[in-house]
């Protein structure tokens, strides 16, 4: 009887350790997937990942390479907090959005325009963090005799009454550059059209779906202008086929004054990486939050970093860069985003669950602004 007790309690002291085992079995690593867009708007991610050490002695958070360009390990001190997998989406926000909407994508570099369209039409996301403002331009081709906006908008005129339509080519419909062009030429009294069939518009916006073909249907005349976000403007500007005759900030505002200091993109989120993966994803915020610190400090990071990920030439990200301003708070852009929304009602993009939002409706359905402050106070 003593030897079955004896076994018994061995049996016992077996299970408590092997629950104990159990119990102390780490968490599953989440793997967190990143898009971003080729443009040196998304200078912080470029940064954060070619300077790891940097990060790791000065903040404690920090990428680890596994694939460059595509997959990190993202730590906190010596703890690993997500696989971090990278995707490079060419066309635009939109695009990003739509991937965000399929559950491909968790965490957006995007610009704010796409992500309060795809909200509005109903995608679980939100916006928790600022990334720059401004950073866009509008480039004529290198013959039109324009030097500036009022010129270019002059130029326009004289064209439609010479029977003549203008075309200017647009990344995207719902990007920031889509969005800001129209509402530029709306405060000019320039009549636009989407559709080549109708001629009787001054102005034909043109879809080039993406950035890439810009430089060539300019060269080709096949484009009078282009609006742009960096670095393309220059790349254009620099290889002689076009000259950039405004910058975003310096665009009229249909609802008065120009679109100084304007948003551009930001870091978005989905609801459900927020809810299931709200660890790595503070954490990624954070590190780009570091990333825009040391940027400020050191344009060249900027620089370096934006050349190896994009293949620009120095000069170019240079003048680009320097018409960038890298800021990741939300404070002072959340009007401005508003306005944004109020500038696509007026374009009739607005048809879901902002369409007749007010302003703090609209606010709340856009911000996510307890994960803002966990990043800022973090």
């Given at each position: 009887m003593k030897k079955v007790y004896a076994v018994f309690a061995i049996l016992i002291s077996s299970l408590?350790?092997?629950?104990?085992?159990?119990?102390?079995?780490?968490?599953e690593i989440p793997t967190l997937t990143v898009a971003y867009l080729p443009t040196d708007h998304h200078a912080a991610l470029f940064v954060a990942c070619d300077n790891p050490d940097l990060f790791k002695n000065k903040y404690g958070i920090y990428l680890k390479a596994v694939k460059d360009k595509e997959e990190y390990e993202l730590y906190k001190g010596d703890k690993k907090i997500a696989n971090v997998k990278v995707i490079k989406v060419t066309e635009g926000g939109a695009s990003i959005m739509n991937l965000m909407t399929q559950g491909q994508v968790d965490v957006a570099l995007v610009g704010n325009p796409p992500v309060i369209f795809y909200?509005?039409?109903g995608t679980n996301a939100k916006i928790i963090m600022n990334l720059h403002t401004e950073g866009s331009a509008v480039v004529v081709r290198s013959d039109i005799p324009a030097n500036n906006w009022k010129e270019f908008v002059n130029w326009i005129k004289e064209q439609h009454a010479n029977g003549k339509q203008v075309k200017i080519g647009h990344p995207l419909p719902t990007?920031?550059?889509?969005v800001m062009i129209k509402d530029a030429l709306k405060a000019e009294g320039i009549t636009y059209t989407e559709d080549p069939n109708?001629?009787?518009?001054?102005v034909l916006l043109m879809n080039c779906k993406g950035q890439k073909t810009m430089p060539q249907m300019l060269a080709q005349k096949q484009l009078d202008a282009v609006i742009a976000w960096e670095p393309t403007p220059e790349i254009i500007n620099s290889k002689g086929i076009g000259k950039v005759i405004a910058y975003s900030e310096d665009l009229p505002s249909s609802t008065g004054g120009k679109w100084t200091d304007h948003p551009c993109c930001c870091l978005a989120a989905s609801e459900d990486?927020?809810?299931n993966k709200r660890e790595a994803v503070i954490t990624f915020a954070k590190l780009l939050k570091d990333a825009t610190d040391e940027i400020n400090k050191n344009k060249d990071l900027a620089v370096k970093a934006s050349i190896r990920w994009l293949g620009?030439?120095?000069?170019?990200?240079?003048?680009s860069i320097a018409h960038i301003k890298f800021d990741y708070r939300l404070d002072p852009v959340i009007p401005q985003v508003i306005k944004f929304v109020e500038a696509m009602k007026l374009q009739g993009l607005m048809s879901g669950k902002l369409k007749d939002a007010s302003s703090e409706e609209a606010k709340n359905l856009i911000f996510d602004m307890q994960a803002y402050n966990e990043i800022m106070n973090g």
């Open positions: 408590v350790l092997l629950a104990g085992c159990v119990q102390e079995k780490p968490s909200i509005d039409k990007s920031i550059q889509y109708n001629k009787s518009a001054m990486a927020l809810k620009t030439d120095e000069g170019v990200e240079k003048d």
